[in-house]
């Protein structure tokens, strides 16, 4: 499993920069740079729905639709730590895997 470090404040998920799901998925496919990828779990975080209540995962399960990333093996993301980040906070868009690397 890999180690996710989650900057997206605004998701639902996110619950002290871990994420409180058992699985997420980078997408991206053509993807050439970290901006061109995104959390495809991403969910708006509204006051009324928050993730209170779900238990932090630090460590999950990182499917990856990334073909050009060094890290995806088979579709499955192999780097031991990585950081989601985003620049707006509104939308699945606006997230990006900072640990893409092309290959």
């Given at each position: ?41 991403f969910d ?60």
């Amino acid at each position: 499993m890999t180690t996710l470090r989650c900057g997206v404040t605004d998701c639902n998920h996110n619950k002290q920069n871990c994420c409180c799901n058992i699985e997420i998925t980078v997408g991206g496919q053509e993807a050439e740079i970290p901006s061109d990828t995104r959390c495809k779990n991403f969910d708006y975080k509204y006051e009324a729905l928050r993730s209170d209540i779900r238990d932090i995962n630090p460590n999950l399960y990182i499917n990856c639709c990334v073909d050009k990333c060094i890290y995806n093996k088979a579709q499955m993301c192999t780097a031991k730590e990585i950081e989601v980040g985003n620049n707006l906070k509104s939308y699945e868009s606006d997230t990006q895997c900072n640990t893409f690397v092309e290959r």
